[in-house]
C-alpha cells in the first residue's frame, strides 16, 4: 500500500488559518469515513486531533477542523497559535481491512 | 484512563527477531471496544502503521512487513506483543503501541514510544 500524500511542509503567521491536504485513492481515503488527523511534537508520541474525517476529541481546541472531498482530506487550522508548530500526519482505513498514514507535513509558525 | 507502555530490548542484532511488549493498564485487553496495534517511526520519518489485532483473534498486518510481523494477545498478563523476523538496519524506529476504538479510526491511547536499533 502507497502513503497517502502530503505536502512536506506549511507555514503561516500567528492568528491565520492553514490547511494541510492528505490524498489517496478511492480504496482508502475516498471510499471511507475513517480518516484522522495526529500532531506530533518532537520526541513525543502523535496526539490524536481530529477522527473520522471531521470530529474531535474532548480537549482539542475548536480551532482544528477536518473534512473530504472526494479522494482528499484537509485538516484546517484556524487561528494558528504558536503552540501549532508541529508535524500532522493523516491516517486512512483501507480496502485491506489496513491502515496507511500520510508521509507527514511540518507545520511552521511564523 | 486506558494506558500504553511499551517494553523490550532496545538493541537487536540483523537477521534476528525484535520482540516488544505493550502493558495495558486502565483497561483490559479482553475487551471488544478496542484494537490493538504497534506503528513505527525511524529516526526523521514519517509514521508507519505495522498492523492490529482483536481480542476475538483477529489480526491485520501491513502488506510490506506481513511475511515478517505477528501480534498477539497475551490475557494473563493484559498485554499484546509484536514479533518481527529477520530484522534489518531498516527496521531501527521507534516503535509505538496503541488502541483504537474497534469501528473507528480513533486512537487516542498510545504508548511514549521505545527505540530499537538493529545494528551488530
Known amino acids: 500500500q502507497s502513503a497517502l500524500t502530503q505536502p512536506a511542509s506549511v507555514s503561516g503567521s500567528p492568528g491565520q488559518s492553514i490547511t494541510i491536504s492528505c490524498t489517496g485513492t478511492?480504496?482508502?481515503?475516498?471510499?471511507?469515513?475513517?480518516v484522522s488527523w495526529y500532531q506530533q511534537h518532537p520526541g513525543n508520541a502523535p496526539k490524536l486531533m481530529i477522527y473520522d474525517v471531521n470530529n474531535r476529541p474532548s480537549g482539542v481546541p475548536d480551532r482544528f477542523s477536518g473534512s473530504k472531498s472526494g479522494n482528499t482530506a484537509s485538516l484546517t487550522i484556524s487561528g494558528l497559535q504558536p503552540e501549532d508548530e508541529a508535524d500532522y500526519y493523516c491516517?486512512?482505513?483501507?480496502?485491506?481491512?489496513?491502515?496507511?498514514f500520510g508521509g507527514g507535513t511540518k507545520v511552521t509558525v511564523l | 484512563q486506558l494506558q500504553l507502555q511499551e517494553s523490550g530490548p532496545g538493541l537487536v542484532k540483523p537477521s534476528e527477531t525484535l520482540s516488544l511488549t505493550c502493558t495495558v493498564s486502565g483497561g483490559s485487553v479482553r475487551s471488544s471496544s478496542y484494537a490493538w496495534g504497534w506503528i513505527r517511526q525511524p529516526p526523521g520519518k514519517g509514521l508507519e502503521w505495522i498492523g492490529n489485532i482483536f481480542y476475538s483473534g483477529s489480526n491485520y498486518y501491513n502488506p510490506s512487513l506481513k511475511s515478517r510481523v505477528t501480534i498477539s494477545v497475551d490475557t494473563s498478563e493484559n498485554q499484546f506483543s509484536l514479533r518481527l523476523n529477520s530484522v534489518t538496519a531498516a527496521d531501527t524506529a521507534v516503535y509505538f503501541c496503541?488502541?483504537?476504538?474497534?469501528?473507528?479510526?480513533?486512537?487516542?491511547?498510545w504508548g511514549q514510544g521505545t527505540l530499537v536499533t538493529v545494528s551488530s
Open positions: 491516517n486512512s482505513y483501507t480496502t485491506s481491512s489496513t491502515w496507511v
Open positions: 496503541a488502541g483504537r476504538n474497534s469501528g473507528s479510526g480513533r486512537t487516542d491511547h
Open positions: 478511492s480504496s482508502d481515503v475516498g471510499g471511507y469515513n475513517y
